[in-house]
């Protein structure tokens, strides 16, 4: 079922996805982002879901934007996609009962002149997203993660940072989600920016499991009151300041190597 979110910055759209794709009997790791030109600009995609599916259905899209030179594009996409999934899973007389057969999208379109749009897909309805979105199994766990943290006036590089952070946690707690994580940026000057082997991503996948376990521990500590003195949490706290600072001075030398 796997993940894939969007998020609005302040310079674009910013669409991730795990790489973990499955069938019913194989697992195997595949590219859920990309993009192609179109007659008005540039279109962006990630989904989760059904991967066969998906691809066939984006593939359809891109094939039908190409062949037209005018007209709204994410309307264009919209009624392709809603007649490609009636015919595809509505018509299966299993898709009530099997979840496998469902598949999701994030699209982001870029027009010269306008800012990046950001649209959502949910079956057959496509709506427009003004902030973030998360699908797939692991999208309640995402949206939890990136709620407290999330402002439209955010950078790239925080929506990066970000993402990463949800997709980090959302892989190593949820079935059906895993594999290499893959960013795509959608800049609102019309570039393109593809993400693949961050340096921050792989720090951040490398040391969040013992950050978390620091974190809780000084949690645990500043809430004992009782058994604990304010002399002692102090100690337990300056812990705390040397282990991160540990893991940033860690994370600044790999950068200079």
């Known amino acids: 079922m796997t993940i894939?979110?969007?998020?609005?910055?302040?310079?674009?759209?910013?669409?991730?996805?795990?790489?973990?794709?499955?069938?019913?009997?194989l697992k195997f790791y595949s590219a859920k982002v990309g993009y192609f030109d179109c007659y008005a600009g540039k279109v962006a995609y990630a989904f989760a879901g059904n991967s066969d599916f998906a691809t066939a259905a984006i593939k359809g899209c891109e094939k039908r934007l190409k062949e037209i030179s005018s007209g709204n594009p994410a309307q264009v996409a919209q009624k392709f996609l809603d007649k490609e999934y009636r015919r595809v899973v509505f018509g299966n007389p299993n898709q009530a009962?099997?979840?496998?057969?469902?598949?999701?999208?994030?699209?982001?379109?870029?027009?010269?002149?306008?800012?990046?749009?950001?649209?959502?897909?949910?079956?057959?309805?496509?709506?427009?997203?003004?902030?973030?979105r998360c699908l797939g199994i692991g999208?309640?766990?995402?949206?939890?993660?990136?709620?407290?943290?999330?402002?439209?006036?955010?950078?790239?590089?925080?929506?990066?940072?970000?993402?990463?952070?949800?997709?980090?946690?959302?892989?190593?707690?949820?079935p059906g989600c895993g594999g290499t994580s893959m960013f795509l940026s959608v800049r609102n000057d019309g570039t393109i920016r593809e993400i693949y082997n961050d340096p921050v991503v792989a720090q951040l996948e490398k040391y969040l499991g013992a950050y978390n376990m620091f974190t809780q521990q000084l949690l645990w500590s500043m809430t004992d009151v009782v058994g604990m003195s304010d002399d002692d949490f102090e100690i337990n706290l300056h812990l705390f300041d040397e282990r991160v600072l540990e893991i940033r001075r860690e994370w600044s030398a790999a950068r200079r190597g």
């Open 4 to 25: 894939a979110a969007g998020f609005l910055h302040r310079d674009g759209v910013l669409l991730c996805a795990d790489t973990q794709q499955e069938t019913w009997s």
């Open 97 to 132: 009962n099997d979840l496998s057969l469902h598949y999701w999208f994030l699209l982001a379109f870029y027009i010269p002149g306008e800012p990046v749009r950001l649209y959502a897909t949910n079956q057959v309805a496509m709506q427009p997203i003004s902030s973030y």
């Open 139 to 174: 999208d309640a766990l995402a949206t939890y993660l990136v709620r407290p943290s999330f402002g439209t006036g955010i950078s790239e590089r925080q929506a990066l940072h970000l993402a990463a952070y949800a997709l980090t946690i959302v892989k190593r707690d949820v």
